[in-house]
């Protein structure tokens, strides 16, 4: 059983365009984040939700918009795509409520998106 | 949170100890230590962490000094599937709101036959 899976694995798509990634976890936890990993291999979070709650938001473009329909699931939407989007996405959870383990953190296989 | 510093990269026999080393000496009182590594073209994955003491699991060993400015990433017996990045993190436990890691440059391991 996957852990942390996304869809899609690979997305390539025009500038302009809009489009999702989804995520979703089965590891029971309470927390679940995206992060960005961009062409010189720099990982950075963009979101974190909790509950459904939005707890993080980096200096990220408001065309993203991360939604969280329940515990298990944290899908990100982008508007109008443009070239430096272009990265791989990994979506991550956790279990808050544990504080010592705040940081045990389980990640998805990322999605590639190229933005031509 | 604290600044790590991580060597860029590092070699490793195979079947030998990998002894990797980081640097956090602003790290606070109540501030983890977590080491992840990623695997090339694969999600990061969680390794190990502490705070004051040091711990073992089935992966790795993470020694971290008394002063606690500095700690060790020990895998007893490095094979060809651990050549990969490894990071170096120090977060805030209670306080941390969410669980933000912040990811460095890492040390690239490359365990050779």
């Known amino acids: 059983d996957t852990a942390v899976s996304q869809t899609p694995k690979y997305l390539v798509t025009q500038m302009g365009n809009d489009k999702s990634i989804k995520c979703e976890q089965n590891?029971?936890?309470?927390?679940m984040y995206w992060y960005k990993q961009d062409s010189k291999k720099f990982l950075k979070i963009m979101f974190s939700y909790n509950n459904k709650e939005l707890i993080i938001n980096e200096t990220v473009p408001n065309r993203f918009s991360p939604k969280s329909p329940d515990k298990a699931h944290l899908n990100l939407h982008i508007n109008s795509l443009e070239l430096g989007d272009s990265a791989v996405y990994f979506c991550?959870?956790?279990?808050?409520?544990?504080?010592?383990?705040?940081?045990?953190?389980?990640f998805g296989p990322g999605t590639r998106l190229t933005v031509t | 949170d604290a600044k790590t510093t991580q060597p860029t990269s590092m070699d490793c026999a195979e079947g030998r100890a990998a002894n990797l080393p980081c640097n956090h000496s602003?790290?606070?009182?109540?501030?983890?230590v977590y080491w992840y590594r990623q695997i090339h073209s694969q999600g990061p994955q969680y390794i190990i962490h502490g705070l004051k003491n040091n711990e073992t699991n089935e992966m790795a060993s993470l020694i971290i000094t008394e002063d606690r400015k500095s700690s060790t990433l020990i895998l007893p017996h490095a094979t060809l599937r651990d050549t990969a990045v490894y990071y170096c993190?120090?977060?805030?436990?209670?306080?941390?709101?969410?669980?933000?890691?912040?990811f460095g440059q890492g040390t690239e391991l490359s365990v050779k036959p």
């Open positions: 602003t790290i606070s009182g109540n501030e983890y």
């Open positions: 991550a959870s956790s279990h808050r409520g544990d504080w010592a383990r705040r940081g045990e953190q389980y």
């Open positions: 590891l029971g936890h309470d927390t």
């Open positions: 993190i120090v977060i805030l436990g209670f306080y941390n709101q969410g669980g933000k890691l912040i």
